[in-house]
């Protein structure tokens, strides 16, 4: 049985506490304030700073103090330079970056920044023979160009001093804005200590915060709206995906990305606590939102997934307006996809839908990948498919289910050995509730839905 309660413009919730080791961005309550202040900064201003500036901006070699958010909440400052200068983006690397604390030596910086550059502008080989520039661009839209600092190319900063906390990169849209500390340039940065071996790691962080930088000009100069954060966070998720980055990666040449395998672990181990309106940096909610826009991706097609993505519309009803369908209708497809994944026979889907499985990923496969501290070293492991909160074999049998706004529990009735199992099912709530019974004849073959 698979059950979801939804609920429209419920507030945010913040928990200060719930960031995990090897997560992706900065804290949620952290984005949030840079977003208050960007709109609090007339964009009068920002256009009146665009026009001192013209035409390219650093150049090779150049060192520039940056403000930096270090462990993703103490501001210090760090001066880099620039070994790299691409079609697209500068290279900049900390000088204080050093092998002996997992970073970058100033012997290796200039063949480090080169080979990002080609991976960024061109060639994403052997992970993809198109750059990541092209890639995220062709499906998420454009960043801001020229941008606030009135250059075509934005920058890649690589230091340590995001520290060692588990923070592998960000984008930050204080950046965008001339308020204090911003660095006013289109920037991403990114842990130095994620470029060992093929830079899976970090190449991988980099498809991912350029799919941010990309969603502020769309969603928010484009459309005054920031996109929410599940939303916001799953197409990064996608854009790591399409850049080649996936969980199963390629046997031939590459492992699998061990950040998305382990969120998908933990989200199929406890799938009632992802709550689609709810983003606190959990790897679980970044497997949920990937997941979600995976499965959007590969039902709808880059097409109709680009006009989602790149709309200036923000929120669950741009995703419904672009799909042609409700969102309540969509959750539940894909409550039922993700437990779908696990069982064989012909499933089928209330909505009549065919997209009844993921053709990228197996919610009960094996992989191989590098953990998300390490590009060299592999783990294996089988995922199991989602966990049921209840296993009920014994009755008669009554009970109460607590369920959260957005979100779906999944329930294993084992029936009697003599006799036919009822069920009676009333709802106490005033919110929108979606129940679905499906019947396994024999056991891990689906039969028929109701």
């Known amino acids: 049985m698979i059950l979801n309660e939804s609920l429209s413009n419920y507030p945010l919730e913040k928990n200060l506490d719930s960031d995990e080791p090897g997560k992706k961005d900065l804290p949620v309550y952290v984005q949030a304030e840079a977003e208050r202040i960007a709109k609090t900064i007339p964009k009068e201003e920002i256009k009146a700073k665009m026009a001192q500036k013209s035409g390219s901006r650093d150049a090779l070699n150049d060192q520039v103090i940056f403000n930096i958010l270090q462990n993703g909440s ?8 620039c070994y790299a200068v691409g079609t697209n983006c500068y290279i900049y690397i900390d000088l204080n970056s050093a092998s002996s604390n997992g970073g970058i030596d100033s012997g290796s910086r200039t063949t480090t920044a080169n080979n990002i550059v080609t991976a960024f502008d ?18 998420f839209g454009s960043e801001w160009k020229p941008g606030i600092d009135g250059d075509n190319r934005m920058t890649i900063l690589i230091s340590p ?4 906390s588990g923070l592998m990169g960000y984008f930050y849209s204080l950046d965008e804005t001339t308020a204090s500390r911003s660095n006013q340039r289109e920037i991403i940065y990114l842990n130095d200590n994620l470029w060992a071996g093929n830079m899976f790691n970090g190449l991988t962080t980099l498809a991912h915060e350029f799919q941010h930088l990309i969603d502020y000009n ?6 005054g709206n920031f996109e929410t ?14 850049n080649g980055f996936t969980p199963a990666g390629n046997p031939t040449t590459y492992y699998g990305n061990g950040f998305m395998v382990a969120g998908i672990r933990n989200l199929l181990a406890n799938p009632q606590n992802f709550r689609f309106h709810i983003f606190n940096n959990s790897s679980y909610e970044y497997a949920g939102a990937y997941l979600f826009m995976l499965y959007l991706y590969e039902r709808f097609g880059q097409t109709v997934f680009s006009n989602i993505a790149s709309s200036p519309f923000v929120g669950t009803s ?16 894909w409550a039922l996809v993700n437990y779908y994944d696990g069982i064989g026979g012909s499933p089928t889907l209330p909505s009549g839908s065919a997209s009844t499985r993921y053709n990228a990923v197996n919610l009960k496969g094996t992989y191989t990948y590098y953990p998300t501290s390490s590009n060299s070293s592999t783990t294996t492991e089988t995922l199991g498919g989602v ?13 109460t289910i607590s369920l959260n706004p957005w979100s779906c529990r999944y329930l294993l009735f084992t029936p009697p050995a003599s006799g036919n199992l009822n069920l009676n099912i009333s709802t106490y709530t005033t919110y929108y509730l979606n129940y679905n019974l499906v019947t396994e004849s024999p056991a891990g073959t689906f039969s028929v839905i109701q």
């Open 74 to 81: 103490t501001w210090t400052t760090i001066t880099a330079q």
């Open 122 to 139: 061109s060639d994403n080989s052997p992970f993809n023979t198109a750059g990541i520039y092209a890639v995220d661009r062709a499906v």
């Open 161 to 164: 001093a995001l520290g060692r």
């Open 218 to 223: 769309v969603k928010y100069n484009n459309g």
């Open 229 to 242: 954060s599940t939303i916001n966070e799953g197409k990064s998720m996608l854009a790591e995906h399409l």
């Open 318 to 333: 741009n995703i419904a307006y672009y799909a042609g369908t409700s969102f309540a209708a969509l959750f539940r497809d």
């Open 387 to 399: 966990s049921f909160v209840s296993n009920i074999s014994s009755y008669p049998l009554s009970g």
